[in-house]
């Protein structure tokens, strides 16, 4: 079946630091790719997404980058801020067909001044 | 339209006991989805509907568990007998069926069983 895992957290960072957390994935057929995000008391939101190899998502300074050749689809930011502090779920979806999600554990992010 | 929503927020119930919660999606979005969270982890798809039609069901919705969406609009998620297992956050999505498939999602509803 289909499977996601990320790396686990907390990650703590500073302020203007680099940031990675890893996303690989297990699909059949060809997934779609996603980084949603929850922040503190909020629902979950759409971060960024890619529906093909290749393809790279971005929004808000993020990026991602769907490898299918290594399954993976790794989240970067090249200067987090304190406002980036929340947890990031790593997630896809079937055949790009747009039915049941398969997230990740998500990796907590905290970003210190 | 303000999003997806979702009543109520909190609800804690004796474990025998039967819940319902309800979901009410954005409004031109004919998809919607049900998931399950528990704490520390990621969300895990329960079922989901188009229009008014049940498509799919995870093996993690047992037969305690039914859900409904009668005029292809809002959604009930129903628990009978209760268990302290059921305790999560119970997540609503709703899409639109096209090729951007963005799932946006409720706030959720905690459930509690004591």
């Known amino acids: 079946g289909n499977s996601v895992t990320q790396m686990e957290g907390p990650v703590t960072l500073s302020e203007e630091a680099f940031l990675t957390i890893n996303c690989t994935y297990t699909?059949?057929?060809?997934?779609?790719l996603f980084w949603y995000v929850q922040y503190p008391g909020e629902g979950l939101q759409l971060l960024l997404k890619?529906?093909?190899?290749?393809d790279k998502g971005s929004n808000k300074g993020f990026e991602a980058t769907y490898r299918k050749e290594t399954t993976s689809f790794h989240l970067e930011k090249g200067s987090v801020q304190v406002s980036d502090s929340a947890v990031y779920f790593c997630?896809?979806?079937?055949?790009?067909?747009?039915?049941?999600?398969?997230f990740g554990g998500g990796t907590r992010l905290m970003v210190k001044p | 339209d303000t999003g997806v929503s979702q009543d109520p927020r909190h609800k804690i119930t004796k474990r025998g006991q039967n819940v319902t919660f309800r979901c009410d999606p954005i409004?031109?979005?004919?998809?919607l989805y049900w998931y399950r969270q528990t704490l520390g982890q990621g969300p895990e798809f329960l079922t989901y509907?188009?229009?008014?039609?049940?498509?799919?069901k995870s093996r993690l919705l047992s037969d305690r568990f039914s859900a409904e969406r009668p005029k292809g609009s809002f959604s009930t998620l129903e628990i009978q007998r209760t268990e302290q297992g059921d305790s999560a956050m119970y997540l609503c999505?709703?899409?639109?069926?096209?090729?951007?498939?963005?799932?946006?999602f409720g706030p959720g509803t905690r459930l509690t069983v004591t």
């Open positions: 699909a059949t057929g060809y997934p779609s």
């Open positions: 999505a709703s899409s639109f069926s096209d090729a951007s498939y963005e799932q946006y």
């Open positions: 890619a529906t093909k190899a290749d």
């Open positions: 997630a896809l979806s079937r055949d790009n067909a747009g039915n049941m999600l398969t």
């Open positions: 509907f188009q229009n008014e039609a049940q498509l799919e």
């Open positions: 409004s031109e979005h004919n998809r």
